[in-house]
Nanobody, 126 residues
Framework: QLQLVESGGGLVQPGGSLRLSCAAS????????IGWFRQAPGKEREGVSC????????NYADSVKGRFTISRDNAKNTVFLQMNSLNAEDTAVYYC???????????????????WGQGTQVTVSS
């Protein structure tokens, strides 16, 4: 069983930055690709980014390319999402999720992930 805990959310002004963390309960995180999703009120859960188990392959939604960077530190059992140039459309609850080994073609499909964190709120507002 893999437990994931997100942190780092909060209130930030437009143009600001936040770094989200996704911490795993065990070193089993090494065997999983990790995805970040977000869900705004009244909207479907949206895939934001994914990183392979080794960290060599990443995927990004078009809406965040060039602004968000995903990375992982397997020694610390943690995956990060650096978010820059935030705007109001980025406001959502952000979730991390784990799927076996690779991101693959289904990296942005929530139903392809096996484990989920509880989410962390990100609010972009002046």
């Amino acid at each position: 069983q893999l437990q994931l805990v997100e942190s780092g959310g909060g209130l930030v002004q437009p143009g600001g930055s936040l770094r989200l963390s996704c911490a795993a309960s065990t070193s089993l995180l090494d065997d999983y690709a990790i995805g970040w999703f977000r869900q705004a009120p009244g909207k479907e859960r949206e895939g934001v980014s994914c990183i392979s188990r080794g960290g060599t392959r990443t995927n990004y939604a078009d809406s965040v390319k060039g602004r968000f960077t995903i990375s992982r530190d397997n020694a610390k059992n943690t995956v990060f999402l650096q978010m820059n140039s935030l705007n109001a459309e980025d406001t959502a609850v952000y979730y991390c999720a784990a799927k076996w080994l690779v991101c693959g073609s289904s990296h942005d499909r929530p139903d392809s992930y096996d484990y989920w964190g509880q989410g962390t709120q990100v609010t972009v507002s002046s």
